[in-house]
């Protein structure tokens, strides 16, 4: 998967490769879908939600491009998977998880594989999480109308947010950069670029879809 399916499409960054060489993917999906545990394709988890495929969970992480001692955020927990590849790349990551029983289950499940840098919240991810803000990078697995303003605001000078936006079927990825000019006083400023078409599903909250 990693040589053919990652590296063969153009993913290059080598802590990125390597972090999704050493997670074992087959441990986040349910027991039915273990055969298929390594094919580059999304996958059911519970609750209706779904595993990402893993060519764009590393497209997604390469574009984050987290500092080695940063901190992440990523909304979305789902089966902690694309956390335990994150939190190879950084220090830590924070995950937050709007469906209770999902955020129970992946926090155990990180727990007991050993990810002890990856702490999982129960709430509404298009808040953010501000008790840890601001972060280096911030991920968001679920797409949404529009890249919610609070964690445009949970950025770090240099940091990139990376997410899904637009419609459910024409969604594309967007980055945004708080660009650091290290100007005392002055508002922030950001860029913005787009990384292609993309599939998830929708990010539900204050910030993001209606129920
Ligand atoms: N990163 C996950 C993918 C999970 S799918 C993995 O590797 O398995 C996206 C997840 O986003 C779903 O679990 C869904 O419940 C969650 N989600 C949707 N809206 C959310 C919100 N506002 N806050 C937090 N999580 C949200």
């Given at each position: ?79 902690g ?14 995950t ?27 709430g ?80 539900i909250?204050?910030?993001?879809w209606?129920?």
């Open positions: 998967m990693v040589a053919h399916d990652l590296a063969g499409r153009g993913v290059r960054d080598p802590r990125v490769l390597a972090a999704m060489e050493a997670v074992p993917r087959e441990e986040f999906v349910g027991l039915a879908h273990r055969d298929h545990a390594y094919a580059d394709r999304a996958l059911p988890i519970e609750d209706g939600q779904t595993i990402s495929q893993p060519f764009v969970v590393a497209f997604m992480i390469e574009a984050l491009d987290m500092p080695a001692d940063g901190t992440a955020l990523e909304i979305g927990t789902g089966s998977y694309a956390a335990a590849v994150l939190s190879l790349v950084c220090a830590r990551v924070v937050v998880e709007r469906i209770a029983r999902l955020a129970g289950r992946a926090a155990e499940r990180l727990a007991r594989l050993g990810y002890a840098d990856v702490e999982v919240h129960l509404d991810g298009t808040l953010g999480w501000p008790p840890d803000a601001p972060y280096d990078g911030i991920v968001a697995t679920a797409g949404g109308p529009s890249v919610p303003e609070a964690l445009v605001g949970q950025l770090a000078p240099g940091g990139f947010l990376v997410m899904p936006v637009g419609p459910l079927g024409a969604q594309h990825l967007v980055r945004v950069r708080r660009v650091d000019d290290g100007r005392p006083g002055e508002d922030p400023t950001y860029e913005q670029d787009e990384l292609g078409g993309v599939a998830f599903v929708p990010l909250g204050a910030q993001g209606p129920a």
